[in-house]
């Protein structure tokens, strides 16, 4: 924030992100994320991994890992990392309301197929249950067929309401 200077409102900051997001499809640069665009080929794959809900290891001081239904990390801890601390417990993760969470900043979004490959059958149920939550939001806010749920531009906006709204619970 510049002293003195004013700053864009809500709507403000509303349009400018709209006007981005067309502004580089018009370039070639393709939306894939809430906030992350990129030409064809060219998306993180790091990035990527998070969303997905896929695992990861971190290492070194201050990394964080996600792996085999645990989050952990290292302590921002140099010295302790040197002398082989073990990392700290960060609890459990990757349940459906994480997953659906994490796979939703995607402009992909939520995918049947990726539910019950997860989840199984319970998968399948909790992803109808997002879907049939789905029919009561605005449409310009989303799209839904009955394989995905994923927000448009303007959902992205709202992403954290119509998240809460899809899944029927506080994240």
């Not at 640069?29 to 809900?53: C, D, P, T, V």
């Not at 801890?77 to 969470?101: C, H, K, V």
């Not at 399948?124 to 310009?140: I, M, T, V, W, Y």
């Not at 799209?143 to 029927?168: C, H, M, Q, Y």
């Amino acid at each position: 924030v510049v002293r003195g200077e004013k700053q864009p409102d809500d709507d403000q900051q509303a349009d400018m992100y709209l006007w981005t997001v067309e502004r580089l499809a018009a370039a070639g640069y393709r939306q894939y994320e809430i906030s992350n665009f990129a030409r064809a080929g060219f998306q993180s794959r790091h990035n990527l991994k998070y969303w997905m809900g896929r695992p990861y290891i971190g290492f070194g001081p201050g990394a964080h890992s996600f792996f085999e239904g645990r989050r952990f990390y290292y302590p921002r801890d140099l010295e302790g990392f040197l002398q082989g601390n073990s990392p700290a417990e960060d609890g459990t993760g990757g349940d459906f309301g994480e997953f659906a969470m994490l796979n939703l900043r995607l402009t992909r979004g939520l995918r049947r197929e990726d539910c019950l490959s997860r989840f199984g059958a319970e998968g399948g149920a909790l992803f109808d249950e997002a879907l049939e939550n789905a029919r009561h939001c605005p449409p310009q806010l989303l799209r839904a067929d009955g394989e995905s749920i994923s927000f448009t531009p303007e959902g992205f906006l709202v992403s954290n309401a119509l998240v809460v709204k899809l899944l029927g619970e506080e994240l």
